[in-house]
């Protein structure tokens, strides 16, 4: 089993819907969380980072972390084409080792 | 401020050789991890390095090799490439923060294709 699990997508959505992402984690230990977009042909660049269990928002992002389920959620109100990227969970495992989910294919149709 | 570089961008290779990849972290940042990132494995943690020493390593075999150099930038080495080998392989920098509450910045990666 993989320590971070995320479904690949692709995810189609139209212009303006509410996009739900969700990865799972299997290590208790875990605190930190990370969600990454990726467009094509680039390096994954840091949208959220939130520690621990809660909820953090970001201008149309927001992240959320339930530890009790081991569950972690990225939103994306008014979803834009611009959106179109794939999207990665990621988790800190230990000092300075990050574990990534394989990403999500997300289309945001105009 | 400049972001992280890698060179080259792009490479073609055939089996049995080997390669070198480099990459330039953000100013000032010391940390440089390394990544391979293939459309069924994702991103795979390959190993960090930080004031020259190598501090985590992932599950690679030996082939894979890497070093700093004492101005933060980073080199990795694939020996003896397979197939299996063709992929994005990225560098990250961070500037630790303490805490681990470090933030990663990418480069755009090398992509490497084996022959």
């Known amino acids: 089993q993989k320590e971070v699990e995320q479904d690949p997508g692709p995810l189609s959505v139209p212009e303006g819907a509410i996009v739900s992402l969700n990865c799972t984690y299997s290590n208790s230990a875990f605190q930190y969380f990370m969600w990454y977009r990726q467009y094509s042909r680039k390096g994954p660049e840091l949208l959220m980072y939130?520690?621990?269990?809660g909820n953090k928002e970001d201008g149309r992002f927001t992240a959320q972390v339930d530890k009790s389920s081991k569950y972690i959620s990225l939103f994306i109100r008014d979803s834009q084409p611009s959106d179109s990227a794939t999207y990665l969970c990621?988790?800190?495992?230990?000092?300075?080792?990050?574990?990534f989910g394989t990403g999500t294919r997300l289309k945001v149709l105009a | 401020k400049a972001g992280v570089t890698q060179t080259p961008r792009y490479l073609i290779k055939t089996r049995g050789q080997q390669v070198t990849l480099s990459c330039s972290p953000i100013s000032g940042h010391r940390s440089v991890s390394w990544y391979q990132q293939t459309p069924g494995q994702g991103l795979q943690f390959l190993f960090e390095y930080f004031s020259e020493t190598q501090r985590n390593k992932g599950n690679f075999p030996g082939r894979f090799s890497g070093r700093q150099f004492s101005n933060s930038r980073s080199e990795m080495n694939v020996s003896t490439l397979e197939l299996g080998d063709s992929a994005l392989y990225l560098c990250a920098s961070t500037l630790p923060g303490g805490g681990g509450q470090e933030t990663q910045y990418f480069g755009p990666g090398t992509r490497l294709l084996v022959l």
């Open positions: 990621a988790s800190l495992s230990g000092t300075y080792k990050y574990i």
């Open positions: 939130t520690y621990s269990s």
